[in-house]
């Protein structure tokens, strides 16, 4: 236990179980050490956690206001926030992926410029995945181990189920497919005139996040 902690303890990234393995040897449970170092943590302001296909120590969310009035920012709040336009790409991308950018741009009605996809890009959020197989085979765009480590999803498998957003009334395809989105998808702009879906989709990634 003790050198499985100290090890994810160091790194600055989730450790995965290839490089545990190496500390404890294949034929160990993992899963027992993982448990009982959680259990012993219970009562600490931070936790052990399954994030982007490893395991990280994170400050518990409860203590977030408490960071924040110290440092100006809690752990994993570094990056600029999204636009509502970029969030809603990024969640498109995340759940459809992969696509290209023409799909995204047919999806919403309106062209998605390579500036708005920039920007959750230059945030490693995402990046280019295989090219398609469509006339001219664009390159498609996927999400990243960094989008899944900031907002604290283990696997793109756990984000939740797009058509039981859609019966809980969080979101809704039928918007989306008939243009109800920001203007700023196709020019850029700042989105601070947020649509009902913008709400909706800020509160889903509000939801995924675990900071």
Same mark, same amino acid.
């Given at each position: ?11 600055? +990234? ?33 936790? =052990? ?21 110290? &440092? ?9 926030? =999204?636009?509502?336009? +970029? ?16 799909? =995204?741009?047919?999806? &919403? ?49 756990? =984000?939740?189920? &797009? ?10 395809? +039928? ?25 909706? +989709? ?10």
């Amino acid at each position: 236990m003790g050198r499985v902690e100290a090890v994810i303890f160091s790194a600055s +990234e989730p450790v995965t179980r290839s490089v545990l393995a190496r500390v404890v040897g294949k034929n160990c449970n993992l899963e027992l050490i993982i448990d009982d170092i959680r259990a012993e943590l219970a009562g600490r302001p931070y936790e =052990l956690v399954a994030v982007a296909g490893g395991w990280q120590h994170r400050t518990k969310k409860i203590f977030g206001d408490a960071i924040r009035a110290a &440092f100006g920012t809690a752990a994993g709040e570094g990056a600029k926030e =999204l636009s509502q336009a +970029e969030a809603l790409v990024l969640m498109c991308i995340a759940y459809f992926q992969p696509i290209t950018r023409g799909e =995204l741009s047919g999806f &919403f009605g309106k062209e998605v410029s390579r500036d708005l996809i920039g920007v959750p890009r230059a945030q490693e959020l995402i990046a280019s995945g295989p090219r398609s197989p469509q006339p001219g085979a664009p390159y498609t765009y996927v999400t990243t181990k960094n989008f899944l480590s900031q907002f604290g999803l283990d696997t793109v498998r756990q =984000l939740p189920d &797009f058509e039981a957003l859609e019966d809980a009334g969080l979101l809704s395809k +039928e918007k989306l497919l008939t243009g109800d989105i920001p203007v700023a998808l196709a020019d850029g702009d700042d989105g601070e005139s947020q649509s009902a879906v913008g709400y909706e +989709e800020q509160a889903l990634l509000d939801e995924a996040s675990s900071d």
